[in-house]
């Protein structure tokens, strides 16, 4: 259950990095695979060998609508021979969106639940009244942040062969910069850009899992809360694709690219840095969102 590790480092030339004398890399973890991309691999693979080596052949896990994370364990259950259940948070999708459609494509069986009961999914009334009818199951939460995705996370900084000052990734759940700080040298700091809204008890989860503490958290470039965009966002996601060729995500990526030209811009990197942003990948829910947006006349190119 290996991919390629050698991930290509793009370092990133604009205008706006030579004023203020910095170098941004981008590490393109969306290059890893073409279906389990980004993070959303890191994460799994130490729980898919967790599964195998205990002989579970069902993975379980949750999400949403739109969820990378979903999509993924799919195309991981599909490609690694696991049969795959999803549980949905919301109403049945009709027609099913790209996400979930490519999902159920590669054989997850998906489940929808009320946001009520999609609240309580960790208990055992829960498991007894959703998933009480499967075999033995593999259980992956939501997000896929457990100590094996810390562990996978981890490996992500593995091969970059220069020093770097700062590593910059987004934060959905906070168990990618949790690996990430734990891979650290003392020199060396990470910078998670939160794409929720109110999202500080991250804090909290990302201290759970962080061995070092040389990181912090920012939570100003939400754009309105999760899978929340604007045209401020959209323009600047469809200009950096038009300058450098790398399509950002609209969740994760994408926000992180913004807030870190941002601080750039407002000298919050001290000059003749070296910064990492990591892609984490996520692309495949541009489809899904552009059918949201396009009654505001915005498109992700």
């Not at 926000?255 to 750039?264: E, F, Q, W």
């Amino acid at each position: 259950m290996n991919l390629p590790v050698n991930i290509p480092i793009q370092e990133i030339d604009d205008v706006l990095f030579r004023e203020k004398s910095v170098r941004v890399f981008l590490k393109r973890e969306d290059l890893l695979h073409d279906d389990i991309s980004g993070n959303k691999w890191r994460k799994l693979k130490y729980n898919l060998q967790s599964a195998k080596s205990k002989n579970l052949k069902t993975l379980v896990t949750f999400g949403g609508a739109f969820s990378n994370h979903i999509s993924a364990t799919a195309a991981a259950g599909k490609e690694f021979g696991f049969k795959t259940v999803g549980v949905i948070r919301g109403e049945e999708h009709f027609p099913l969106n790209p996400t979930l459609d490519y999902a159920q494509s590669c054989g997850m069986e998906l489940r929808y639940v009320d946001r009520s009961a999609y609240r309580v999914k960790t208990t055992k009334d829960f498991e007894a009244k959703y998933l009480s009818d499967l075999e033995p199951y593999y259980l992956i939460p939501e997000g896929g942040t457990n100590a094996l995705a810390i562990k996978g996370c981890e490996e992500i900084l593995s091969d970059v062969n220069f020093d770097f000052d700062v590593v910059c990734c987004s934060c959905g759940t906070g168990g990618t910069v949790s690996g990430l700080i734990n891979s650290l040298e003392p020199h060396q700091s990470a910078l998670a850009f939160s794409s929720l809204k109110g999202a500080e008890f991250l804090i909290e989860e990302i201290q759970k899992f962080a061995q070092n503490s040389q990181w912090s958290l920012n939570v100003d470039y939400h754009f309105g809360g999760y899978a929340k965009v604007d045209r401020i966002l959209v323009d600047f996601m469809n200009r950096f694709k038009s300058k450098h060729h790398i399509s950002l995500d609209p969740i994760y990526t994408g926000k992180m690219m913004y807030g870190l030209c941002d601080l750039i811009e407002n000298d919050y990197f001290r000059r003749d840095s070296n910064i990492i942003a990591i892609h984490t990948g996520g692309l495949q829910g541009v489809l899904g969102m552009n059918e949201r947006i396009k009654d505001k006349g915005l498109q992700i190119l």
